[in-house]
């Protein structure tokens, strides 16, 4: 399936990929979402790799959408900030986790188990 162009909302982010479950990695570009409002965008320096990204680089999981760029839980240094962002400023290390756009408002989260929300 080839990666769509950028919307209006978004701008295009280098990345390595693969092309194929048999091909080794490539760089390709792919669409980012604009930073805007809670959104940071950060220079990423660290990627880890687990065993569930290896076996989605090969498609041994079902319904694997190639090409592919698996990897998770990322560390960077933060290089923008959307104007609602409040904790981390430019320059600032920061890492995402595997668990993201949890609400912080349910009771899940209230009592720190974000990634059930």
Same mark, same amino acid.
């Given at each position: 399936? @080839?990666?769509?162009? @950028?919307?209006?909302?978004?701008?295009?982010?280098?990345?390595?990929?693969? $092309? *194929?479950? /048999?091909?080794n990695f *490539? $760089?390709?570009?792919?669409?980012?979402? %604009?930073?805007?409002?809670?959104?940071?965008?950060?220079? #990423?320096?660290?990627?880890?790799?687990? +065993?569930?990204?290896? +076996?989605? !680089?090969?498609?041994?999981? @079902? %319904?694997? #959408?190639? @090409?592919?760029?698996? !990897? +998770?839980?990322?560390? !960077?240094?933060? /290089?923008?900030?959307?104007?609602?962002?409040?904790?981390?400023?430019?320059?600032? %290390?920061?890492?995402?986790?595997?668990?993201?756009?949890?609400?912080?408002?349910?009771?899940?989260?209230?009592? !720190? +188990?974000?990634?059930?929300?």
């Amino acid at each position: 399936m @080839p990666i769509p162009p @950028p919307q209006d909302d978004e701008y295009m982010e280098f990345a390595w990929a693969k $092309p *194929e479950p /048999t091909k080794n990695f *490539e $760089p390709i570009y792919i669409p980012r979402p %604009n930073v805007v409002g809670p959104y940071v965008r950060f220079e #990423m320096k660290f990627c880890g790799i687990c +065993h569930s990204d290896v +076996h989605i !680089g090969t498609a041994d999981l @079902p %319904n694997v #959408m190639f @090409p592919c760029v698996p !990897g +998770h839980e990322l560390c !960077g240094v933060v /290089t923008e900030v959307g104007p609602d962002v409040t904790r981390v400023k430019v320059g600032d %290390n920061v890492g995402v986790g595997c668990i993201v756009d949890a609400c912080l408002d349910c009771d899940m989260c209230k009592e !720190g +188990h974000e990634m059930l929300c």
